[in-house]
């Protein structure tokens, strides 16, 4: 399956793959748009962030970190490999 990097998608995705309410993946899609996605100290914000807002621990934290970069990295990916594709 070819997965589209769009915000709903993306929070759909999150939700199957988390098994979180639409809300909380919406807060975890607000800190990845307000934090720059590469470096070591901003993985420690993001986390620290998820920590304080969505009350987890910083293990679970750290899932959520991942599952959501694999996500974006395979959206990347797609579109690097078939830059023309269609998005419908």
Do not use: W
Request: glycine letters at 2%; proline letters at 1%.
């Amino acid at each position: 399956m070819v997965m589209k990097v769009n915000k709903t998608e993306f929070i759909k995705e999150l939700q199957k793959q988390l098994n979180y309410d639409e809300e909380k993946c919406i807060i975890i899609n607000d800190i990845l748009e307000n934090t720059f996605l590469i470096g070591k100290k901003n993985k420690e914000i993001m986390i620290n962030e998820f920590v304080t807002k969505l009350n987890v621990t910083e293990i679970e934290a750290n899932k959520i970190y991942e599952t959501a970069m694999n996500i974006l990295s395979k959206g990347i990916k797609e579109k690097l490999k078939h830059p023309f594709r269609s998005r419908d």
